[in-house]
């Protein structure tokens, strides 16, 4: 009864006053970051109401009818610009895999973060990890979730696998370096659908903090962390598992449930305010971390959904970026699983006018400021045409 009263007191603190305006964002989480990393942060801190980035999962490595085919880009073929932020997706690498488990090589990730950092565009990692013990993918919840993650934290059975993982993932990061990304581990802990899901939050938390640290011990200089959850409720369902401010750097929502029609507006909108209330009151950045109507069937969804949903209030329209999930390719992969439109579906209409609003930033209009970045890394930046 009594964390109930303290969850609602809190939650009202964060979402029943006034609006909490930052004047001083925080630094990056990792106080080792390199340069560029917290010129990066600094940039988007500084951006934030003004600007949201567009974000597209695995943009340019396939679309829904191509894959692998260099300087192809859905988002590309459909407005005209690449988008300025790109999610990739580290699963498999815990193995030593050369691609991951949607067929992406690694070393054309690395490539394309590096090279996409140059025109204009961020990037973004999330880690569906393999179920450490079963064999199974991150969606095995066969186990007891505490169980897994105590097996993976020190003095368990798969401690030292996890590591390897961990170094695996630690090669990359370093080969893209001095490039920043946003990483964004085990993401909708607040869901039952990934082993790392569910689980006590002090558990989760250990979890969490030992990751962070092991990238630090490591000597990694260029992340800023994502603690994303699925479409939050409110500030205590947020804070259930935050693992605290000085190992955070944006808090995400995932959300696909409150998106799949303009009838559900309020409950999408309430969502979003609930992530910017819960990151303002922290310092900390806001995003829309994973979105999008699978299969598009709604031809006018980014203006009437999207669009109004970010664009409610001052709060929504602190959302540093949002991230459209995969184009799986139809033919490969998964037919009807895509998230963006692709040239010739009958949403492309109305994607241009969302992506030609000017608070919606794609990757040429997001160069220059990133570019303003320059000094921090000497040598880095080449000239673009
Ligand atoms: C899920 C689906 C899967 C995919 C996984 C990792 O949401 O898109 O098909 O393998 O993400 O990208």
Redesign the pocket.
């Known amino acids: 009864m009594k964390s109930q009263i303290s969850a609602i007191i809190l939650g009202c603190l964060l979402s029943c006053g006034e609006d909490i305006s930052v004047t001083q964002y925080d630094k990056p989480a990792n106080d080792q970051s390199n340069a560029l990393t917290s010129c990066v942060l600094d940039l988007l801190q500084n951006q934030t109401g003004e600007l949201t980035l567009l974000g597209h ?2 943009d340019l490595a396939y679309g829904v009818n191509w894959f692998g085919e260099s300087g192809r880009s859905d988002i590309l073929e459909s407005v005209g610009q690449r988008p300025s932020m790109i999610g990739w ?1 580290l ?1 498999n690498i815990e193995h030593g895999d050369t691609t ?3 067929a992406v090589p690694f070393s054309f990730m690395a490539a394309q973060i590096k090279e996409g950092f140059q025109r204009g565009a961020l990037s973004t990692a ?1 880690w ?1 990890a393999s179920h450490p013990t079963s064999g199974g ?2 969606w095995d919840v066969s186990m007891d979730p505490n169980l897994v993650l105590r097996s993976i934290l020190p003095g368990g059975v798969q401690h030292e696998t996890y590591k390897k993982g961990l170094d695996n993932i630690i090669t990359l990061f370093k080969s893209i370096a001095p490039t920043p990304l946003f990483f964004r581990p085990f993401h909708e802990m607040n869901g039952n659908w990934f082993w790392w899901a569910n689980a006590d939050p002090e558990t989760f938390k250990t979890l969490w903090w030992f990751t962070f640290d092991y990238f630090q011990k490591a000597g990694v200089q260029n992340l800023l962390w994502v603690y994303s959850l699925d479409s939050p409720k409110n500030a205590s369902e947020i804070l259930r598992w935050y693992p605290g401010n000085d190992f955070v750097d944006v808090i995400g929502s995932d959300d696909y449930k409150n998106i799949e029609s303009p009838t559900q507006h309020k409950a999408f909108v309430s969502s979003l305010e609930s992530t910017v209330l819960f990151a303002q009151s922290r310092k900390k950045l806001a995003a829309l971390s ?1 979105t999008g109507l699978e299969g598009l069937d709604n031809s006018t969804w980014f203006t009437d959904v999207l669009l109004k949903g970010l664009h409610a209030n001052d709060r929504t329209r602190a959302i540093s970026w949002v991230l459209l ?2 184009n ?1 390719n139809a033919e490969l ?2 037919p009807g ?1 895509f998230y963006a439109p692709y040239d010739g579906h009958p949403s492309v209409n109305n994607f241009r006018r969302f992506a030609e609003e000017p608070a919606i930033v794609l990757e040429n209009d997001f160069q220059n400021r990133l570019a303003s970045c320059t000094e921090t890394a000497p040598g880095f930046f080449t000239k673009t045409q």
């Open positions: 999962q695995d997706d699963g991951n488990l949607d999330s569906h993918g991150s994973e999930w995969r799986a992969d998964r699983h």
